[in-house]
């Protein structure tokens, strides 16, 4: 059998649930996934899911849809001006802007994203705008903010005193712009929530200022889709939280989503993809990466490279923080 037909006839069986090759061996099988979904239940990285997850829960609680509860917890996220990492409270880039990025992904695989956008405290209800209003999937820049204005959404002077203050005191002590900042507690706390509601419908969001410090222009994962989240309604959902380059590079959180298809477990399907970073970077030192999955019958997942990611959970039986299991300690 030449090796080019082999490849073909797995291809054309590829749409059937189960995938052969010519000599009729299960390649792989397409999990078909009981129709029996979860209860309600909303999810979100880091300690700041627990507040936003509050506010999802007051939706999805009265039987709001799934896409909902997700922007309005993340909103919680974004408006606090203490937080560091996520809306007009974040850090900036090297070059004193903060540059928000953010994305949405609802039960019928609609998807809305801005990337760079300056000044607007609700990056997240500009890409639902995007989603809703206009025909694209992602608007970027100074694009998204004229978008932005024209649909009422109101501007925010950045960056904060506070955090200018703290950006002044960086730049004098990296002389070097260009050396690597380092990855740590301070600036990797994306906020990535994944949602189920009461009819099982999935949606998920994810909000960042991105990495403190980067190059101006830069744009991570968060606001990619397929990368910093996924959805995929039939299936399941799953975001990240880490170094963007390193899960953009894995195509992250869809490549989450598609082993969780074929049959994986969320848990095992988040730490296929961060066995796949690790296969990706020959040098791994501070690249932490992180992953949060749940799929269509409301099983979760969790998954870093290192030590120290943790998510919160809210349903009607859970409130709590919940530690990820990791690769390797610091
Ligand atoms: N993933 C975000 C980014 O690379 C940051 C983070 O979640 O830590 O911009």
Redesign the pocket.
Known sequence: MKRRTFFRLGLVTGALTVTRNVFGNTLFEEKSFSGKTGSPVVLS?WIHGMEANRAAWEILNKGGKAVDAVEAGVKITEADITNR?VGVGGRPDRDGHVTL?ACIMDEQSRCGSVAFLEGIAHPISVARAIMEKTQHVMLVGDGAKKFALDQGFKTSKTPLPEVKKDWKKWKEENKDLFKKPQ?NHE????I?MIAMDKNGDLSGACT?S??AY?MHGR????PIIGA?LFVDNEVGAAT??????A?IRIAGSHTVVESMRYGFSPQKACEEAVKRILSKHKDLTNV?C?FLAIDKEGNIGAHSVYAGFNYAIKSASENKMVDSTFDRNW
């Open positions: 990285t990492s990025d990855i600036n990797h706390d994306t990535g960042t991105g990495w980067k744009v991570g994962d968060s910093g990240a939280s880490g170094l963007g380059e899960i932490q992180c």
